[in-house]
């Protein structure tokens, strides 16, 4: 079974602090990675699909990169705009008898940055 | 249209009544999804569609959880004599290849 674990579960930092959000998981066959943001009241929003080991992505202040068994998620200087929830999943591969088309999302990381 | 389009935005409902909710996805977008997201739990994989096949039903909690989807667009999940703990975010997602969209999603609750 195809599990994403996240952590810290909430992180609060002070603007332009950096820091990093964590994500593990465990799939028999990864197809992709996905990071996602959730602002309250509204649904995720695409951020990074991650394919392979050693791959980074990077978008404005955030930089995923991705191991064997885990995801990172850096956030350099960050703003009290960048402050949501940030979920992670994974997809299985075809064939890996993984189950589900879907994705696995993990809990997310609060995070809160004060000005 | 721009987006994935869900509704209502919010619905309360009493336990036992049937409730519908709708998804209209961006167009052109072949597969389509449907989530679940409770009170501090992550996302709930429900269902997913293919055109307007669903090669994938296997997180359809019961029997009274059913969705269909028509014209390899909008797509319809179906809450038969709804439970309280039904009451959840139900969400929405359509992908062409690669990256969903996520809807704003359906608030339900079930008083």
């Known amino acids: 079974e195809d599990q994403v674990t996240q952590s810290p579960e909430a992180l609060r930092l002070q603007e332009g602090e950096s820091s990093s959000l964590n994500c593990s998981y465990t799939v028999s066959g990864l197809r992709g990675l996905f990071w996602y943001r959730q602002d309250p009241g509204k649904g995720p929003e695409f951020l990074f699909t991650l394919y392979s080991a050693g791959e980074e992505k990077e978008k404005e202040r955030l930089k995923a990169t991705l191991t064997k068994k885990e995801s990172f998620l850096h956030i350099t200087a960050p703003k009290p705009e960048d402050s949501a929830t940030y979920l992670c999943?994974?997809?299985?591969?075809w064939g890996s008898g993984g189950g589900a088309d879907g994705l696995t999302f993990g809990k997310g990381t609060h995070l809160i940055i004060q000005p | 249209g721009a987006g994935v389009s869900q509704s209502p935005s919010n619905k309360v409902t009493e336990k036992g009544k049937d409730v519908e909710l709708r998804c209209d996805p961006i167009s052109g977008h072949t597969a389509l999804y449907w989530y679940r997201q409770s009170l501090g739990q992550g996302l709930e994989f429900l269902i997913y569609?293919?055109?307007?096949?669903?090669?994938?039903k296997s997180g359809l909690p019961s029997d009274r959880f059913s969705a269909e989807r028509t014209g390899g667009s909008v797509s319809t999940l179906t809450i038969q004599r709804t439970q309280q703990e039904d009451s959840a975010v139900y969400l929405c997602a359509s992908s062409f290849r690669v990256g969903y969209t996520f809807g704003s999603g359906t608030r339900l609750t079930v008083v």
């Open positions: 999943a994974v997809q299985a591969d």
């Open positions: 569609f293919q055109g307007n096949s669903a090669p994938d």
